[in-house]
């Protein structure tokens, strides 16, 4: 392909800028071959010509299509270059907000500077189990990677986490080790990924400090292995370290820190425990205060101290070791507090008693004078002797410093292997992931010697890093058959070379450290001698002469020679640690013991690692081993940990994330340039860019190329073998057959020709639009034309209407006015007219009105005279009457004393009598009912005189009316006679007055009519007014009611809303306590499965089997003794044990509990009861000495009296004995004979008398019976006389004995009974009937003592009764007493009222009582029905087990065969059992039973009703422990299966809707009459009658509440593979979506080949799922809430994978998923399942396709978007919007602007932060009752059940 093609106008370019490093620019003129110039227009509008190189003649970079920038893969790019990956990373950066990227096999990750939501567990498990190329870039799409590779191919993996300081290298290790603890989890209890977490906080307060940089900067590297064991479970770790940055100890920069873990320490030094330490704040110490800052912003050091001493309690270090840790960073800060004073100028020395000093020396356990000496001298030794010198204060100073830093380093290393030590597992380690977390090439204005080892193993992992990737390219062309040809890459090997290799920079520097002399000059020379002229990699700067130039393969790198030797040899004076070793405290020396054998004297080698550590062995033959601890230099000892890491990454598949540093201000989101290329350049991305644009970069399947490219090909084109129709197009459409090679499966392009083939497609897509638009335009201006056509005839014909119209409103207003001038003629005259009758009759109303008030005044004063005359005589009268009426009074009162004292004294005499007090008493019951009568007859009298005087006071009251009409009439006769006397003078008078105002009424007249003149314009005038104010109060009246009826409606709709929010939240809050509860429940599951797992792996391991009985774990609840299965039921179930082991094993140990706490209780009771019977009985002794005497005598002749009639029955009963045995020896006689055969009159006479004699003894039986309890209940009332209510009530039945002779005989006929000491209890008993009517003596005995009692509170009840009637009565009379007074004080009228207030008032209370009763009455019938129901029923039952053959019968009598016929058996609904085959009917109804042929062969339900029957008869004959028993093996079967069968869909469908079916049949049938509406009279018969199941009811709820929840998993797992295949990646609308270009990981190698699922395959599977549920008889409620959990499992997935693939966010995807959701809701609908809510839970992906198809500009259409998406999130909407990525040319993306407007709009919002919708939800389950209509006693049991033991009832 030309270049001219490439580079023609309107292509863009990248050319450099300072500013920028890269800017964008359009050529405005077609580039034609040997141009020196290139026309460009940059994107502010600013041409420029741009000058090409005149010796290469290289063209600027050319620019991606807009369609794929913004990729998650770099190589993904058309054209593979620097200003390419730049600007998509920053697009991705800035406008995506997305700061992980793929290049290749590397994942870049930009430091945000802000935390972000996509860290969760949420995104962990949606990233879990995914493909690599199918998510979003993330770095747990790294982890999972790894974790599989690990998994498949039995390799160890290694993560590489690399970039400079502030990058955020530590972050990316610690959530890729938190990815992996929450994936994998631990193989024991010891929560090892808990442990491998904890190690982070340690590590970073130990070695991590704020830089300049970062805040949080590690100052080391560290190889995190963490181990697995077979089944890929964590089980340990191990932790390696490199190059600790000790000198950060003495020294800190500006603005920069010291390690964490001293700040932490001072922040938290007012602790008590720390009080020891002696510390204070940061800024009292010289090693925390150098850089003058020592705070972080939103950082607690007194937080996160708490929070590194609780992780070193979880990995094991005690308290103890703790204290002792920070005791020795203490006494740190107070030495480098230690103050080093000037001796002289070759001598220093420390002043006496320094404080810091004494408290660093009591911390560490040394002396004082030791350490002061030691710090201020050194030991010199030669051959022959030893000498002390003293040394200058720098020199003291830096020993001081040195001192503090090799002690922080021992303490490090001790820290690092007490981590590991605790991270160490026992188990055999199978596989491992390596996590590297090393600093990235640095370059700074200084470099040393730190920089210098950061670089070279940055050179070491380039190297690696280098031939990896050239490997994986290889074997991808050698996979795809591609010819191999090499690819020049950058080799550092070279540079490799002149670091580590014999006399490299590295072995002159230890040679120099050797030498007496060596210094940094010294050293610098022998590089400049060896290196300078050999090696192009190495250079001298120009004006130094101690630094040298490395050229690595990021940058040059200038390293100043000084401090090299110091730093690489890191000695420390021994006899400062020769005092440390003598300490007194343990862990100083702990620290110091192993110096012998250190691999690294800085403290910084891996030393704390297995295979890292290095033990230098001393010569044995060799004195002063001392002198040689320090022997292996710094540079040497890391170049051998650097072998062995390299060696580690080399056996492992590395997985590489680069870290990026957008900008050196930590500005959230903000980009530099400059910096990123930087180190995009140094971390290896651009290498990796570079080798990938060598060869092939961009590679295609021929699947996603046909597609794709499609529309370039013509129908011919097309074969059914897409692999030639590829290969044909393309060689039409690039000529250059070197551009593209053809694999196995895929389609390889060089750089840059997909961009040539999207601009192939582009102008075809973009011609077919033009095609298109032009039809469309043409169609829509014709269109307009024809409209506009029809618009201007219709104007016509409208204009022409209108002017005729005008035409004949003329003519009919021409008309109307000559009317209305006709009737305006005649209105003026006929108003003139009546203006002046008016006038007339005006004058003639004043003058009669003047005569009449007159007349009306005299007759008043007349009236009132008379009125005053009445008055007065009425009053006289009424006086004298008052005066007499009180004499009479008077004389009265005077006479009845008289008589009244008379008629007391008489009582007083007779009061005194004592017969009058009998007569009293005996009569006062008569008394009481004459009393009572004479109240009642009181009332009717009252109510009779009432009745009388309310008559009385109607006919007074119609009498005075009738009277007052009277006196009316004739008052107007006289008046009227008077008026017509006066009448004609009057009328003179008036005519004569008449004319004279005649006169003077015309002389007003002219003035009135001018006055009514003017009065008529001024009313006219106001009227006018008037109206216009009545418009406008109408218009502002229509208003405020408009206005009102506004805010009524504003009002409602608020006072709706408000309700609908409450109602959702009353719903929400108890969904939610739903939700918990059965959470609980699932918690509660996986405990008893977790438990019963543990119980069968000790079973294993034990492996001795122990037959019987086996108690269960003290620590279970009572809810699960009661109901788990236990494994002794399943071993008796299955090895056939006997039935005491079954019993044992379902022992109800809650019931135990509960019965004996009630056992406790009636003790108790029993116990009292026998206390008050003592003290009844103490009471009785005492009353019985009193009362023998008196009561003996009647007693005794009583007690003769029964027992003489007693015997007289018995001998009757004798003699009816005798009769019944002749009758039946005749009847045996007779039938011998044949003469008596059944039918015959004979044998009808014998059978009746038979039947009659029966009836006799029985009637005579009863008799004994009574009389035998009779004298029982004598002499028991005897002893307790004390209990009862009236005393000796036998004593009344005695005095009935009034004939004395008969009393005798009674008498005489007991003494002779008690005289027979023996008596013939043989004859007594010759029925055997004795030890029976004893029994039933004991039970009448009992029965008539709790009557007796009965009777004697209701005796006592009703007296109580009476007396409140009485006393009531009393008090009505009294009140109907004072009431007629007061009647009969007030006038009649209001005496009428009074008395009608008072009858209303008495009825309403009487209403309310009645209604009481009432009420009382219908519980009591009802109750009483229910009662005779049961009684019915038994009667019932018991008829219809009697037998049709006489009682007497015996087994051994021969009967005569009798034909009976037999009647249709009446079943009961119930199935009997033995105890024994209760094993058999769970083995064969749940165990054994296969739901397929029970769901379609037999009815729904049937296992649930079998089982309910079997229980009905457990509750029918009462066996408690058989309801129990039977219950307890149907819950704990049914838990068995499913835990054996619990992943198969249709074995859990089918126990749901079983147990569903047995829980409605325990409400149905429980008797509850919530239950029992929609019952038959017939199921109400068979409901349960003796025992209250509810709280098993419960416990069936919650099970079913599990196996719902069981369902739900196992659909979740069929349909999980499913949902993102079929709902986003597969194209349902064929040609919608186009297939944008992919990168490297679309393809990984973790993926193996699957099948691709569709929609149809999720339809059917939705339709599998239903008929299984419909099949098996589940609830349609149920159903609802099954699809329901269903579509939101689907939603949920789809969205969750929605928004973490930036590839799925176009607006075809939208289209796709919309149409894909419709089908789901055709597939509803279709199911009648619209009403489930299956639809909403669909709501959040319905919004999000809405949104990533609605258009995404204007300040509307984010105001719409706002509305639309109501079941979004903020974050979830900003997501889509940063994610949406146009397929074509002709979309755009979505700008910075406008989501920023979104964000502003929905600031307010009120919404949870979670990013993801959680796909573990579970909506908390109901079952509606839902009663069954088949009766019980139609169900059929098939014999393929094998329940043949089963017996109908």
């Known amino acids: 392909m030309a270049a001219s093609e490439l580079y023609s106008k309107f292509a863009r370019v990248w050319i450099p800028d300072v500013e920028e490093v890269w800017k964008s620019a359009e050529l405005t ?172 906080p340690i590590m970073e307060s130990i070695g991590n400090a704020k830089t300049t940089r970062n805040d949080n900067s590690s100052r080391f590297g560290k190889y995190i292995e963490i181990g697995f064991d077979k089944k890929y479970h964590i089980i340990g770790a191990n932790m390696r370290t490199y190059l600790l940055e000790k000198s950060r100890v003495v020294f800190q920069a500006d603005e920069e820190r010291n390690y964490h873990i001293f700040y932490q320490l001072c922040a938290s030094a007012h602790l008590p425990e720390f009080k020891a330490l002696k510390l204070g704040k940061a800024g009292d110490f010289h090693y925390t205060k150098q850089g003058r800052n020592p705070v972080i912003d939103g950082i607690d050091d007194a937080k996160e101290m708490s929070t590194t001493r609780n992780a070193f309690t979880l990995l094991g270090v005690n308290e103890s070791y703790q204290l002792g840790l920070f005791q020795i960073l203490a006494s740190i800060l107070h030495l480098g507090n230690v103050e080093v004073k000037d001796r002289d100028s070759d001598s220093s020395i420390i002043p006496p008693n320094n404080g810091h000093l004494s408290v660093f020396c009591e911390l560490m356990g040394v002396t004082y004078q030791d350490m002061s000496h030691w710090l201020c001298h050194k030991k010199l030794k030669t051959a022959t002797e030893t000498y002390i010198k003293p040394i200058p204060k720098l020199q003291a100073i830096n020993a001081r410093d040195a001192l503090a830093k090799h002690i922080y380093a021992k303490l490090f290393n001790w820290i690092v292997d007490h981590v590991n030590k605790a991270l160490h597992s026992s188990v055999k380690q199978h596989s491992f992931i390596g996590v590297l977390d090393i600093y990235g090439f640095e370059t700074f204005e200084i470099n040393s010697f730190e920089q210098f080892c950061i670089n070279y193993a940055n050179e070491k992992l380039q190297q690696q890093f280098n031939m990896h990737v050239f490997k994986l390219e290889q074997e991808e062309y050698m996979k795809e058959q591609i010819p191999w040809t090499l690819i020049d890459f950058y080799d550092n090997q070279p540079c490799i070379n002149l670091i580590e290799a014999k006399m490299g920079i590295l072995d002159l520097l230890d040679e120099e450290c050797k030498m007496p002399k060596g210094s940094d000059d010294s050293w610098a020379q022998k590089l400049y001698n060896t290196h300078l002229k050999t090696c192009a990699l190495f250079e001298k700067p120009r004006m130094s002469n101690k630094a040298f130039i490395i050229q690595h393969f990021a940058d040059k790198v200038e390293y100043q020679c000084d401090g090299f030797l110091e730093k690489n040899k890191d000695t420390v004076n021994e006899e400062q640690i020769h005092v440390l070793k003598a300490s007194k405290f343990d862990l100083l020396v702990e620290l110091f013991q192993d110096e012998e054998k250190a691999t690294s004297p800085t403290g910084a080698a891996p030393a704390t690692g297995g295979r890292t550590r290095l033990s230098v062995k001393p010569d044995k033959n060799k004195a002063g081993l001392a002198s040689k601890e320090h022997k292996k230099t710094v540079g040497l000892q890391f170049r051998n940990s650097l072998q062995l890491l390299m060696e580690t990454l080399n056996a492992t598949t590395p997985h590489y994330v680069r870290c990026i540093k957008p900008n050196d201000h930590k500005y959230a989101f903000t980009f530099d340039p400059k910096r990123a290329v930087q180190q995009l350049r140094a971390c290896g991305v651009l290498e990796t860019i570079r080798i990938s644009a060598a060869g092939f970069p961009s590679r295609w399947t021929y699947q996603e190329f046909f597609g794709r490219y499609r529309v370039l090909m013509k129908q011919k084109d097309v074969l059914t073998d897409r692999k030639m129709t590829c290969k044909n197009v393309l060689e039409k459409l690039v000529q250059d057959q070197d551009k593209y090679q053809f694999g196995k499966t895929k389609i390889f392009f060089r750089a840059g020709q997909v961009a040539y083939l999207e601009k192939l497609r582009a102008d075809k897509l973009r011609a077919a639009c033009i095609r298109i638009q032009k039809t469309i335009r043409c169609w829509l201006a014709r269109k307009k034309y024809l409209r506009m056509k029809h618009a201007a005839t219709t104007i016509q014909r409208y204009v022409r209407g209108y002017q005729a119209r005008c035409l004949a409103k003329f003519l009919r207003r021409t008309r109307a006015a000559i009317v209305i001038q006709k009737y305006q003629r005649m209105y003026v005259q006929r108003t003139c007219y009546k203006r002046k009758q008016a006038a007339a009759l005006a004058m ?671 509750d029918y004959i009462n066996d408690d422990q058989k309801v129990r028993s039977l219950l307890t093996s149907v819950i704990n079967s049914i838990k068995k299966i499913l835990k054996k069968r619990g992943d198969d869909f249709e074995t859990v469908s089918f126990w749901l809707s079983n147990t569903c079916r047995f829980l409605h049949c325990l409400k149905q049938y429980s008797g509850d009459e919530q239950f029992m509406k929609h019952n038959t009279s017939k199921q109400n018969d068979h409901c349960l009658s003796n025992f209250d199941l509810a709280e098993y009811r419960q416990v069936l709820s919650d099970l079913a509440i599990q196996i719902y929840q069981q369902l739900i998993k196992c659909m979740e797992n069929i349909l999980q593979p499913m949902i993102v295949s079929g709902m986003l990646e597969h194209e349902t609308i064929q040609g919608v979506s186009g297939v944008k270009p992919t990168g490297l990981r679309k393809r990984t190698s973790s993926i193996a080949e699957e099948g691709t699922y569709t929609l149809d395959s999720i339809i059917r599977q939705l339709n599998s799922f239903h008929s299984i549920m419909c099949q098996h008889g589940t609830d349609p409620e149920l159903i609802k809430q099954v699809v329901k959990q269903q579509f939101y499992i689907i939603g949920a997935v789809t969205f969750n994978n929605l928004l973490l693939r930036k590839d799925m966010c176009s607006w075809s995807k939208g289209m796709q998923i919309r149409y894909n959701v419709s089908q789901l809701e055709e597939w509803l609908r279709d199911k009648n399942l619209m009403t489930c809510g299956a639809k909403e839970t669909l709501e959040p992906l319905i919004q999000a396709a809405q949104l990533l198809q609605v258009k995404k500009k204007t300040d509307e259409d984010a105001e719409a978007i706002c509305s639309m998406c109501n079941s979004l999130s903020t974050a979830q909407i900003v997501k889509v919007l940063n994610l949406y990525t146009p397929v074509n040319a002709f979309e755009e993306r979505v700008s910075v602007l406008f989501i920023r407007t979104i964000q502003t709009r929905l600031r307010d919002r009120k919404e949870m932060p979670q990013l993801l919708m959680d796909t573990k939800v579970i909506y908390p389950v109901t079952f509606p009752f839902n009663p069954s209509s088949l009766a019980l006693e139609t169900i059929q049991i098939p014999s393929s059940l094998n329940v043949g033991f089963l017996t109908r009832v």
Request: proline fraction near 3%.
């Open 844 to 1514: 003639q109303c004043i003058l009669r009105a003047y005569m009449a008030r007159q007349l009306y005044k005299a007759l008043l004063r007349d009236h009132k005279t008379i009125i005053i005359q009445k008055m007065v005589r009425g009053w006289l009268a009424r006086q004298w009457y008052k005066r007499t009426l009180k004499a009479i009074v008077y004389l009265q009162c005077c006479i009845r004393r008289m008589r009244a004292k008379r008629e007391l004294k008489k009582l007083k005499i007779e009061a005194r009598s004592v017969e009058h007090f009998k007569k009293l008493n005996i009569g006062m019951e008569n008394k009481i009912m004459q009393l009572q009568r004479r109240i009642d007859e009181q009332n009717k009298e009252n109510r009779a005189v009432s009745e009388r005087l309310n008559s009385l006071e109607i006919s007074h009251a119609a009498e005075f009316e009738r009277l007052r009409v009277e006196l009316t009439r004739l008052r107007g006769a006289e008046e009227d006679a008077k008026n017509n006397a006066n009448k004609v003078t009057s009328l003179l008078e008036e005519l004569e007055r008449l004319r004279k105002d005649l006169q003077n009424t015309q002389k007003e007249k002219k003035a009135i009519e001018d006055w009514a003149q003017t009065y008529q314009e001024e009313t006219e005038k106001m009227i006018s007014e008037l109206k216009e104010q009545n418009h406008l109060l109408k218009n502002e009246k229509n208003d405020l009611n408009r206005l009102i009826q506004e805010q009524s409606q504003q009002w409602t709709e608020k006072m709706q809303r408000a309700l609908k929010e409450e109602t959702q939240q009353l719903k929400y809050d108890l969904n939610e306590e739903r939700s918990r509860y059965q959470n609980l429940l699932t918690e509660h599951l996986r405990l008893e499965e977790k438990y019963d797992d543990l119980k069968e792996e000790i079973t294993l391991a034990v492996n001795v089997p122990k037959p019987g009985h086996r108690r269960t774990d003290s620590t279970h609840s009572s809810n699960e003794s009661e109901w788990t299965y236990n494994s002794e039921f399943a071993e008796s179930e299955e090895g056939s044990r006997g039935g005491e082991d079954i019993s044992n094993a379902i022992l109800d140990m809650s019931l135990f509990l509960k019965l004996q706490k009630r056992v406790s209780e009636l003790e108790q009771e029993k116990q009292s009861l026998q206390n008050e019977l003592d003290r009844r009985e103490e009471q009785f002794q005492r009353a019985r000495a009193r009362d023998d005497v008196e009561h003996k005598k009647a007693r005794s002749a009583e007690l003769e009296y029964e027992s003489l009639k007693r015997q007289e029955l018995e001998s009757e009963n004798k003699k009816l004995k005798h009769d019944l045995n002749a009758m039946r020896q005749s009847l045996r006689g007779s039938a011998v004979g044949g003469s008596a055969a059944p039918g015959s009159p004979a044998y009808t006479v014998l059978l009746d008398q038979l039947n009659a004699s029966n009836e006799e003894l029985e009637v005579r039986k009863e008799e004994v019976l009574i009389l035998r309890s009779q004298l029982v209940s004598q002499r028991e009332a005897m002893q307790h006389k004390e209990t009862m209510t009236e005393p000796l009530p036998y004593i009344e039945d005695v005095q009935k004995l009034t004939d004395a002779k008969e009393i005798s005989q009674a008498y005489m006929g007991l003494k002779e009974t008690n005289r027979s000491p023996f008596p013939d209890y043989h004859k007594l008993n010759e029925d055997g009937e004795l030890w029976l009517v004893y029994e039933g003596l004991k039970e009448t005995n009992r029965l008539l003592e709790f009557q007796l009692q009965a009777q004697r509170r209701s005796h006592e009840n009703e007296v109580e009764v009476l007396r409140g009637e009485l006393h009531s009565v009393k008090e009505d009379n009294n009140r109907q007493q004072q009431l007629l007074a007061q009647n009969l004080q007030l006038p009649p009228e209001a005496r009428i009222e009074a008395s009608l207030q008072h009858e209303i008032t008495r009825l309403t209370n009487e209403n309310l009582d009645l209604m009481e009763q009432l009420e009382k009455q219908d519980k009591t019938v009802r109750k009483l029905k229910k009662q005779l129901k049961v009684f019915a029923k038994k009667i019932n039952d018991l008829e219809g087990g009697q037998m049709d053959v006489s009682p007497g019968q015996t087994a051994d009598e021969s009967v005569h065969p009798v034909n009976i016929p037999r009647r249709e058996k009446d079943f009961q609904g119930m199935l009997e059992y033995k105890k024994d085959d209760e094993l058999k009917l769970v083995k064969n109804l749940i165990l054994e039973l296969k739901p397929r042929g029970v769901a379609v062969n037999l009815i729904p339900g049937l296992p649930a009703y079998i089982l309910f029957m079997c229980l009905r008869h457990a």
């Open 29 to 200: 003129k077609d580039y034609r071959q040997g141009d020196g110039l290139l026309q460009l227009q940059l994107e502010d509008g600013k041409e420029l010509e741009y000058k090409l190189d005149p010796k290469t003649k290289n063209l600027p970079y050319l620019r991606n299509p807009d369609i794929l920038v913004g990729e998650n893969d770099l190589t993904a790019l058309s054209y593979l270059h620097e200003p390419a990956v730049l600007h998509n990373l920053k697009v991705r950066f800035i406008d995506s907000k997305l700061i992980y990227t793929y290049c290749g096999i590397v994942l870049v990750a930009i430091n945000p500077y802000e935390t972000l939501p996509i860290y969760g567990t949420d995104i962990i498990n949606a990233y879990s189990g995914q493909n690599m190329g199918d998510m979003d870039p993330h770095i747990f799409a790294v982890a999972e990677e790894a974790y599989k590779q690990m998994a498949r191919d039995e390799r160890n993996q290694s993560i590489i986490v690399s970039g400079e300081s502030g990058a955020g290298k530590t972050v990316s290790a610690k959530y890729a080790m938190r990815y992996f603890a929450t994936v994998s989890g631990s193989a024991s209890e010891a929560n090892v990924e808990e442990k491998v977490l904890a190690s982070n």
